[in-house]
């Protein structure tokens, strides 16, 4: 549901943007790797990735009972990215990405140098989005300096439409806050006279959150949101009491179905991982691993902060794990990932309950 179209042409900032020629060669490149790949079941990579997720922080101060770091189950020490450390991956890898992600696990406000992070690689033509559950805008200078620093887009990880519905899954989470960093976004948006960034309201479908879908929709025009966008759940643990509890009766609403009381994943039979052939997720310490999916860092492929990022892109270990993925030999993470997927998003007209 879009409520206002963003458009170009505001402030000093960076958005919007137009892919150069080297960023148009890479894309072609990947398109090519991706193609020969299939075909072939031997990785090939000719280019660099098109997107990047780096992770700012693993730290957060809530507690969502289907998050690896809610849970305390992450299994990897705390810590957040410098920006150094940052500049120093990001200038290893060229062309830009076109996109950057700047989540992983973790609240990435909690990230001191967020901002600066996002001004770095958005003046370098890349449109950089931020997802966070925004309770650390209420501090209205966090979010003017967030709003001054080129982000593209902010997507607002909140499900429920009150303070209580709220707090069910986002353990620890302060409704009224949010509001607060919504609001704040929206006026600094005003001042600075600026489209940027885009609000995305990110509303996870489950049974509890059902019943405010409608006011969802209302709250989202009323605090100037730009869209909202209707998320079926995914769960960690995927036992026949947790689906119960969480997930929401209709079928349509879920990604999941019950299978010998376990809840297996709705997706299509061959479908094929193009991440791994476009993308990779840089941990807060340089480690790369192939995808997000990979939440507690099973899978490490090298480390950026040692080696440089392009070497592990290319690299045996980045390689094998590819060649694996072609060939069948699938890692448990895959059977609970979004590629594939059939319903990853709802269409807000049949969120009728
Ligand atoms: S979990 Fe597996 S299929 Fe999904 S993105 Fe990662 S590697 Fe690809």
């Not at 001054?148 to 353990?171: F, M, N």
């Not at 609001?183 to 006279?193: D, E, Y």
């Not at 299978?259 to 840089?282: G, T």
Request: glycine share 6%; hydrophobic share 35%; proline share 5%.
């Amino acid at each position: 549901m879009i409520f206002r179209k963003a458009t170009a042409g505001h402030n000093s900032s960076h958005p919007p943007k137009i892919p150069n020629s080297r960023q148009i060669v890479n894309l072609l490149k990947t398109g090519i790797s991706l193609g020969l790949s299939r075909v072939s079941r031997e990785p090939l990579i000719l280019g660099s990735p098109i997107m990047l997720m780096v992770e700012p922080t693993t730290a957060c101060q809530l507690k969502c009972p289907h998050c690896p770091t809610g849970r305390g189950e992450l299994n990897r020490p705390e810590g957040r990215m410098k920006f150094e450390q940052f500049k120093f991956l990001w200038d290893s890898i060229q062309p830009t990405p076109l996109l950057l992600q700047l989540w992983n696990q973790g609240e990435p406000l909690l990230n001191p140098e967020l901002a600066k992070i996002v001004n770095y690689a958005a003046s370098q033509n890349c449109w950089v989005t931020l997802s966070s559950n925004v309770e650390l805008l209420a501090d209205r200078h966090k979010a003017d300096s967030l709003v001054q620093s080129g982000l593209y887009e902010l997507i607002l990880s909140l499900d429920g439409a009150s303070k209580e519905t709220y707090s069910q899954y986002r353990v620890g989470g302060d409704f009224e806050r949010v509001w607060i960093g919504i609001q704040n976004v929206v006026q600094s948006r005003k001042l600075n006279r600026s489209k940027y960034p885009i609000i995305t309201w990110q509303y996870l479908l489950f049974k509890h959150t059902l019943a405010e879908v409608e006011k969802a929709k209302r709250l989202a025009k009323e605090w100037g949101v730009d869209k909202i966008v209707f998320k079926t759940a995914q769960l960690e643990d995927l036992s026949k009491s947790e689906g119960q509890r969480w997930l929401p009766d209709q079928s349509e609403l879920r990604r999941y179905d019950l299978k010998k009381d376990r809840w297996q994943l709705r997706r299509s039979s061959n479908y094929f991982c193009k991440r791994i052939f476009s993308s990779a997720v840089i941990q807060w310490d340089g480690t790369v691993v192939p995808c997000c999916f990979d939440k507690t860092g099973e899978f490490i492929v090298g480390d950026a902060a040692v080696v440089g990022f392009p070497v592990v892109w290319s690299g045996k270990e980045f390689q094998a794990f590819r060649r694996n993925w072609l060939r069948g030999i699938r890692p448990e993470i895959c059977s609970n990932c979004t590629e594939g997927l059939k319903n990853l998003y709802v269409n807000p007209r049949f969120v009728e309950i």
